[in-house]
C-alpha cells in the first residue's frame, strides 16, 4: 500500500519552487489593462501561461483557451473526472507585513497573495495528480486539471471552458475547506444607487471604501467639510478609542480627511471581519449631512454590525444549508454623482433573491436609494451518498485521522458547483485560521504538503476504481 504522505514529503522541495514561481506573479483581474489578446488584463494570462507551460513541460496534454482558461489533461476513458483550480487572486489591499508577491517561510507558514487561496491549494493537487501521472498509474478516466483566471470576479474563464469542451462527470474544486464542502449556498448582490447633495452644515465631498464584493472592506476613508473641525477631530479620536478600529483625521484645503481601518475577511463570512466603511458611516451619522444624509444614514442605520439582515425583518436560517449573509462591500461616494453601494448575499435554500430584494426596497425607498439585482448562482448540494463525496471523505479521513469529520455546506462559491456532481475538497485544515482574501494570507507548509498526500489517495481511488 502506497505511503501517500512519504510520497507528497518527497515532493516537497519541488512544489514550493513552482509554486513560488506562480505566486509572484500579481495575478490580479485588471479590466483597464484588457485587450483582445488579454480579455481580463495581462497577469492572470501570464500565471495561465505559466502554469501550462509547466504543465507540458511535465507530460501533460495542455491548452488555452483565448488566455481565459486552460487545462492539463491525463488518462483515457468515457468518463472525465475534473479538477478545478483558479490562479487569480485578489488585490493584495494593505496591511501586509511583507510582499504579498514575494512569498516567504516564517515559522513554518507561508505567507503571500494566493497562498491558500488558491495557488497554493491548487498547485498541491496538480502534484498530486503529476505523481500518480509519472508513477505510471494506470487512468480508468480522463482527468483534466482546468484553471480559471478570474474566480475572485465573475468567472469569465471558467463559463468559456463549459460552453466550448465536453461538460465532465464529476469533479473537485481544491479552493475551499476540508473535508468535504457538499453544499454552497446560492449568492448574488443587491446594486444600490444612491442619489448625491450637499445642503447641510456639514458635506460628504466623497467615501471610499471596499475593494470588492466578496470581500469585507478593511479601510475606508471620506472627506468632508464641518463648521468645527476641532469638535469633530475630538469625537472622532472618541470614537476610535471605543471601537475595535484604528483610524486618523488629516486636515485638507476646507475641511478633514477620516480614516478608518478594520479587518478584511472573506465576503462568506463577514462576522470575521470589522467592516471600515460601517464604522466610519455610524460616526459620520451624527452630523447634519442633509442631502448626503441618504447613504450615511443607510449605512449606519441598516447595515453597520448587521450580517444576518435582521434590521431588514430578512433573516433565514435552513436547516441544511445554514443562514442567510450579508457582506457590505463596497462602499463609495462622490458629491456630483452620489453613492453606489454593493450588498453582496449567500443564501440558502428556502429563499429568493427576489424575496430579499423586497425586502431591502421597502427600506431603500423612503431614502430615494433605487435597487438592482446583479446576476447570481443558486444554491448547490450533492447528496452526501454520492460516491465521489464518499470517495473524497475517505482519504481525508484516512490520512487526517479525524475520524468524526462529516461533508459541509458553506457560503463560498467555488468551481465545484459548475458541475452536478461537483464539490469543493480542501485545502484549508478545520483548525487553520483562514486568512483567504485578507493581509497576511498564509498557509501552514505542513497543511500544503498533507493536502497533498490526501489529493493523492482520492485521485487514485476515483481514476481506479
Avoid at 186 to 209: I, R
Avoid at 263 to 283: C, D, Q, R, S, V
Avoid at 300 to 322: I, N, P, Q, W
Wanted: proline share 6%.
Amino acid at each position: 500500500m502506497t505511503d501517500w504522505m512519504k510520497a507528497a514529503q518527497s515532493l516537497e522541495e519541488s512544489y514550493l519552487k513552482d509554486l513560488t514561481n506562480l505566486l509572484k506573479i500579481p495575478s490580479v483581474r485588471d479590466d483597464s489593462a484588457a485587450t483582445d489578446e488579454y480579455p481580463l488584463g495581462p497577469m492572470p494570462a501570464k500565471a495561465l501561461q505559466e502554469f501550462l507551460k509547466m504543465a507540458k513541460n511535465d507530460g501533460f496534454r495542455t491548452k488555452n483557451i483565448d488566455n481565459l482558461v486552460g487545462y492539463a489533461e491525463w488518462g483515457e476513458g468515457d468518463e472525465t473526472l475534473a479538477i478545478l483550480a483558479h490562479l487569480d487572486v485578489m488585490p493584495a489591499g494593505k496591511g501586509w507585513d511583507t510582499d504579498p508577491f514575494d512569498p516567504v517561510i516564517k515559522d513554518g507558514n507561508l505567507y503571500a497573495r494566493g497562498a491558500s487561496d488558491d495557488k497554493g491549494p491548487g498547485m498541491a493537487c496538480y502534484y498530486a495528480l503529476k505523481y500518480l501521472k509519472d508513477q505510471g498509474v494506470k487512468f480508468n478516466k480522463k482527468v483534466r486539471f482546468i484553471v480559471g483566471t478570474d474566480e475572485e470576479s465573475n468567472w469569465t474563464g471558467m463559463h468559456r471552458y463549459f460552453e466550448v469542451e465536453p461538460a465532465p462527470t464529476m469533479g473537485f474544486s481544491p479552493d475551499a475547506e476540508f473535508p468535504v464542502i457538499n453544499g454552497e449556498k446560492g449568492q448574488f448582490s443587491l446594486l444600490l444607487d444612491v442619489p448625491a447633495g450637499n445642503s447641510g452644515k456639514a458635506q460628504l465631498k466623497s467615501f471610499q471604501s471596499g475593494l470588492r464584493f466578496n470581500m469585507v472592506p478593511r479601510e475606508a476613508v471620506a472627506e468632508i467639510t464641518v463648521p468645527d473641525k476641532e469638535q469633530v477631530t475630538s469625537e472622532f479620536g472618541q470614537f476610535i478609542e471605543s471601537n475595535p478600529v484604528t483610524g486618523k483625521v488629516e486636515e485638507t484645503m476646507d475641511g478633514l480627511k477620516l480614516t478608518v481601518i478594520g479587518k478584511a475577511a472573506h465576503g462568506m463570512e463577514p462576522e470575521k471581519g470589522i467592516n471600515a466603511g460601517t464604522y466610519l458611516a455610524f460616526f459620520l451619522n451624527k452630523y447634519d449631512f442633509a442631502g448626503g444624509a441618504s447613504f450615511i444614514s443607510f449605512l449606519a442605520k441598516y447595515l453597520h454590525l448587521d450580517t444576518r439582515m435582521e434590521k431588514f425583518d430578512c433573516s433565514f436560517t435552513d436547516d441544511v444549508m445554514g443562514e442567510l449573509t450579508m457582506n457590505a462591500g463596497i462602499l463609495n461616494y462622490d458629491e456630483e454623482n452620489g453613492g453606489k453601494i454593493n450588498m453582496n448575499f449567500r443564501y440558502p435554500k428556502g429563499i429568493t433573491p427576489d424575496e430579499i430584494q423586497a425586502k431591502v426596497e421597502k427600506i431603500t425607498k423612503s431614502l430615494t436609494i433605487t435597487v438592482n439585482q446583479s446576476d447570481g448562482q443558486l444554491p448547490h448540494y450533492v447528496d452526501p451518498d454520492d460516491p465521489i463525496v464518499k470517495t473524497l471523505m475517505e482519504a481525508y479521513i484516512d490520512i487526517s485521522g479525524n475520524q468524526n469529520a462529516k461533508p459541509e455546506v458553506v457560503g463560498g462559491g467555488t468551481y465545484g458547483r459548475l458541475m452536478k456532481r461537483g464539490v469543493a475538497f480542501g485545502a484549508l485544515m478545520p483548525n487553520t485560521p483562514n486568512t483567504m482574501h485578507q493581509a497576511n494570507e498564509f498557509q501552514p507548509v505542513n497543511d500544503l504538503i498533507t493536502s497533498m498526500a490526501i489529493y493523492m489517495q482520492a485521485i487514485n481511488n476515483l481514476v481506479t476504481d
